[in-house]
């Protein structure tokens, strides 16, 4: 009866044992996925959210450049004199600019940055269309012709494109806002698993101690069985 239930007692006890070595491989792959989505997430903050941001600030600031030169073209007698190293110097600004913004739109894209794209392709056509006629009438010493065109549309046009520029990196700060949230929140999932370890190993030792107290038990009481 004895050594019956004995292995009664053994039988359950390994049966426990293999839930927890079952809980604790669960809990090794959710702590695995867990690190391997962290991963992910902070790959995704670094390529497709500050480095586009940056991206877009470059933007930003050869708009602004470009602004600058063609207010010097028609405002800055100086400046006219070296129109032709300006028109070059716009041209550069322009490409930089056709890179900077293919760059940003291989990188992904939720879905509010999807929608303000369109608007910022628009208007950098538009300012493209409205620097070559500038730099036409400049050409051919009109810039009563230049000067109007530029107040009228210019500039609107070169402070639009730069609001558009600043809601795109708004919304960069938006989206690494979100997924420093969920990786803080992925991160106390990983303590979770970490501290379910911990108690899983405690659990474990207590029912090996159990399984060998048990042991010595039996043997004891056989023992005195076999003296008796």
Not at 94 to 117: M, W
Request: aromatic letters at 8%; a positive charge; glycine letters at 4%.
């Amino acid at each position: 009866m004895r050594f019956a239930y004995s292995i009664k007692q053994k039988i359950r006890i390994a049966i426990l044992l293999f839930a927890v070595m079952a809980c604790t491989i669960l809990i090794r792959v959710l702590e695995d996925k867990s690190v391997k989505s962290m991963n992910e997430s902070f790959v995704s903050l670094y390529n497709d959210r500050l480095i586009p941001a940056t991206d877009l600030f470059y933007i930003a600031e050869n708009a602004n450049a470009k602004k600058s030169m063609l207010e010097a073209m028609l405002y800055a007698p100086l400046a006219q004199q070296n129109a032709w190293r300006m028109k070059d110097s716009i041209t550069r600004l322009n490409t930089a600019i056709d890179s900077l913004v293919g760059k940003y739109k291989r990188t992904f894209l939720v879905q509010q940055e999807k929608a303000q794209l369109p608007e910022l392709d628009k208007w950098l056509r538009h300012n493209a269309n409205v620097e070559a006629k500038l730099l036409q009438f400049i050409a051919g010493h009109d810039l009563k012709r230049a000067r109007k065109l530029y107040e009228s549309t210019g500039r609107a046009s070169i402070d639009q494109t730069i609001r558009k520029l600043s809601e795109l990196m708004s919304i960069q700060k938006q989206v690494g806002e979100e997924l420093l949230r969920s990786s803080a929140f992925m991160v106390s999932g990983s303590k979770l698993y970490s501290t379910l370890q911990v108690a899983l190993a405690i659990v474990i030792g207590i029912l090996i101690v159990g399984i060998v107290f048990t042991s010595n038990v039996v043997k004891i009481s056989n023992d005195k069985f076999r003296l008796n």
